[in-house]
């Protein structure tokens, strides 16, 4: 009867180290490069800028002047309403002053010359999230009368950029076009 039951634990340890074994080849690989949280704001950062970009350079110029109804913005606008926000915080965020701000363009302003300023409002962001560490994170920065952690700015970026980018998204797909973000 013990080696019976001898036999029947050897064989439930080795199922259990198997399993251990197998559990653990197959646990997803950690994201590549640095870690931490000035990392995780920076890789959903640099996900989210390419399908802005994309959005705005792949949408018609006629139609940077469409609105889905009188009462909602147009393309253009929400492009410098993200040139606009970008501005604002990642000059804050990346120690910057006024003169390094991109001037949004007008609405009415040609899709060529928006695009620019909106690739330029990145560049001036660019500067802000590869500028943070681990270490300047906490860091508290004075916006208006509040003052919030530089990495909070940047979550709040990456936040407001993500809603404004869903809206173009709806743009597009409103007029038959397909986001960046569901291309094949």
């Known amino acids: 009867m013990r080696s019976v039951r001898a036999m029947s ?3 439930g340890l080795m199922m259990a180290a198997m399993t251990c074994q197998t559990a653990s080849a197959q646990a997803p690989a950690p994201p590549a490069g640095p870690s931490g ?5 920076l ?13 705005a ?3 018609p110029a006629d139609l ?3 609105k889905p109804t009188p009462e909602i913005r147009t393309f253009a606008r929400v492009v410098n309403h993200i040139i606009e926000a970008q501005n604002r915080t990642c000059l804050i965020a990346s120690g910057g002053n006024g003169g390094d701000a991109v001037k ?3 609405d009415t302003a040609e899709k060529a010359v928006i695009v620019d300023a909106l690739k330029a409002s990145f560049a001036l962001c660019d500067k802000a999230y590869t500028g943070v560490t681990d270490a300047n994170a906490l860091d508290m920065l004075a ?3 509040q003052k919030r952690s530089r990495l909070g700015l940047l979550w ?15 743009y597009m797909r409103f007029k038959g076009l397909v986001p960046p973000s569901s291309e094949k």
């Open 43 to 55: 890789r959903s950062y640099n996900g989210l800028k390419p399908k802005i970009l994309k959005a």
């Open 64 to 66: 940077y002047q469409v």
């Open 37 to 41: 949280p000035a990392a995780e704001v």
């Open 9 to 11: 634990l050897g064989a």
């Open 156 to 170: 709040g970026n990456v936040s407001h950029d993500n809603e404004q980018y869903a809206t173009l998204a709806l």
């Open 143 to 145: 916006l208006g009368p």
């Open 57 to 59: 350079e792949n949408t």
């Open 104 to 106: 949004p363009p007008s």
